[in-house]
Structures are given as structure tokens and as C-alpha cells.
């Protein structure tokens, strides 16, 4: 079933603007990563994170990650109009076997 | 370029006709996965392939076969397809504890 959950559903911002998403997730779990999606495209990873780290940046993104309330954030900084894109969560874990289970995904919307 | 080739790109079938997504990677990678994609319910397994000569069921395996034909090659087939299975099918390779996947561009599939 799938494991993450991601809040808000659909976000919409300004350029300019940060944009933060949460994912939240039901059992433990080895790694926790983001993609992003554009419209009609395949997904792209972003980003990684181990379950013993609490913190990553890469670029205009940071992710913390909080084991202990199963929850995930994903702060995309000086949004741009091309981060317009579907972003999600994916996990695995002791359970997944070899698969990422993905959440629903939050839609971000960028304006000029 | 190196990635996930898919192909069709786009498909309609009629209720009862069967058909094959070819997927091949040339990332020297393992693990393979396919997924579908609907409207609200993100991306759910269908099944994967651990290694070449091994497959197994994800989430949603019913109504689909798949086929490891060698390292590079991962097919998933529809013996009867029905109107349920209107998805955009995505095929993955990677692994889930190091790089993340890399997906293919999808396979966007309508049965009437």
C-alpha cells in the first residue's frame, strides 16, 4: 500500500516565494527520497535522505526528515515559474522489499 | 543519452485485446520496476525485477504479466485489457537505497 502522504495536495505560490511540502509516512523506513514531476513527463529524483540524517540541501532545495514523527519536508527556496511540477515523496523501507512506495503528490504552481 | 526507454508512447486498446510496454535500460542497473499513475492515487507497483531471472508482484499485480528478458529488458503485458487498466505506465530502474530511480518518459494507455 502506499506509504507516504503528502500535504498540502496543491500549493500555489509566487515567484520569488518559498514553497514547502510535507510528506508523512507509516512505518520505519531506510530512506526517504523526492521527485518532481512535470506535466506529461516521467519522474526525476531530487533528493535523498538517509533515516539517520535530519537535514540535506542540494542547490535551492532543503530536506529534514524526522523519524520520530514519520514525517518528511521538502523547501524549495525563490520559487521559479519552472518549478511549476507534481513533487513526491517515496520510501523504502524493511517492508518494501526492493520498491519505492510514493505518496499522491503535491501540486506546486509557480506564478510570474 | 543514458536512461529508460519506453515504448509505446501512446496506446489505445480495445476491451479484450492484449498488448506489451517494452522497457529497456542501459544504466547497468539490476532492479527494474513498473509502476502506473492515475489521477489522486500517485504511483502504485505493479511488479518488479530484483535481477535479471527474478520478478516479483507489487501492489497491483492483477491483470498484468511481466517479463525479464535479460539485464536491460523489462516488459510488462496485458492478456485482456480492461477499462480499468486507463493508466500512464511508468517503467523505473535503480535501486531504492543509493541513487534513487530513473524513470522512463511513460506509456500513456486508454481501453475503450
Known amino acids: 500500500s502506499q506509504q507516504g502522504e503528502e500535504d498540502p495536495q496543491a500549493l500555489s505560490i509566487q515567484e520569488g516565494e518559498n514553497a514547502t511540502m510535507n510528506c508523512s509516512y507509516k512505518?520505519?523506513?531506510?530512506?526517504l527520497q523526492w521527485y518532481r514531476q512535470n506535466s506529461g513527463r516521467g519522474l526525476v529524483h531530487l533528493i535523498l535522505i538517509r533515516s539517520n540524517e535530519r537535514e540535506k540541501h542540494s542547490g535551492r532545495l532543503r530536506v529534514t526528515l524526522d523519524t520520530s514523527k514519520k514525517s518528511s519536508s521538502l523547501l524549495i527556496t525563490a520559487s521559479r515559474a519552472a518549478d511549476t511540477a507534481s513533487y513526491f515523496c517515496?520510501?523504502?523501507?524493511?517492508?518494501?522489499?526492493?520498491?519505492?512506495?510514493f505518496g499522491k503528490g503535491t501540486s506546486l504552481l509557480v506564478t510570474p | 543519452n543514458a536512461g529508460v526507454t519506453q515504448t509505446p508512447k501512446f496506446q489505445v486498446l480495445k476491451t479484450g485485446q492484449s498488448m506489451t510496454l517494452q522497457c529497456a535500460q542501459d544504466?547497468?542497473?539490476?532492479?527494474m520496476y513498473w509502476y502506473r499513475q492515475d489521477p489522486g492515487m500517485g504511483l502504485r507497483l505493479i511488479y518488479y525485477s530484483a535481477s535479471e531471472g527474478t520478478t516479483d508482484k507489487g501492489e497491483v499485480p492483477n491483470g498484468y504479466n511481466v517479463s525479464r528478458l535479460n539485464k536491460r529488458e523489462f516488459s510488462l503485458r496485458l492478456e485482456s485489457a480492461a477499462p480499468s487498466q486507463t493508466s500512464v505506465y511508468f517503467c523505473?530502474?535503480?535501486?531504492?537505497?543509493?541513487?534513487?530511480?530513473?524513470f522512463g518518459s511513460g506509456t500513456r494507455l486508454t481501453v475503450v
Open positions: 544504466m547497468n542497473h539490476n532492479s
Open positions: 523505473a530502474s535503480g535501486i531504492a537505497t543509493n541513487y534513487g530511480y530513473t
Open positions: 517515496a520510501t523504502d523501507g524493511p517492508n518494501s522489499g526492493y520498491a519505492l512506495n
Open positions: 512505518t520505519s523506513i531506510n530512506n
